[in-house]
């Protein structure tokens, strides 16, 4: 919807943008302008509770400390550079933040079993 409402917004840059260059540059706002405020808070709630783990086993899993940092800081970077890049649109930052995501859920999927 972000592409469709651009000219709406900013009228005086309907003339000069073509359509495929009327993105947002944030990943985050292209987010919530595409799934609205459900689907963003889903994503949100995704990061959240991804971190919420991935704090807990580097707490109780001394062994994988750098290991988890390790991943975490590449996660970390990766949804810093969303801020003024669409990623999620381009196949390899998209494989490469849902591998981490899923790289980092499994690491933390044992720890929270143990606690348990």
Known sequence: QFRVLFDHYLPYLA???SYDSKVADCMYITILAETG???FGGFVLFVAFLFKRIWASLES???NKLFL???SAGLIGMMCGFLTYDGLYWNTPSYLFWSYA???SSLTDKTIKKVE
């Open 15 to 17: 003339n000069y943008c």
């Open 61 to 63: 899993q001394p062994q």
């Open 37 to 39: 405020f459900i689907g």
């Open 69 to 71: 940092a390790g991943f």
């Open 102 to 104: 899923g790289i980092l």
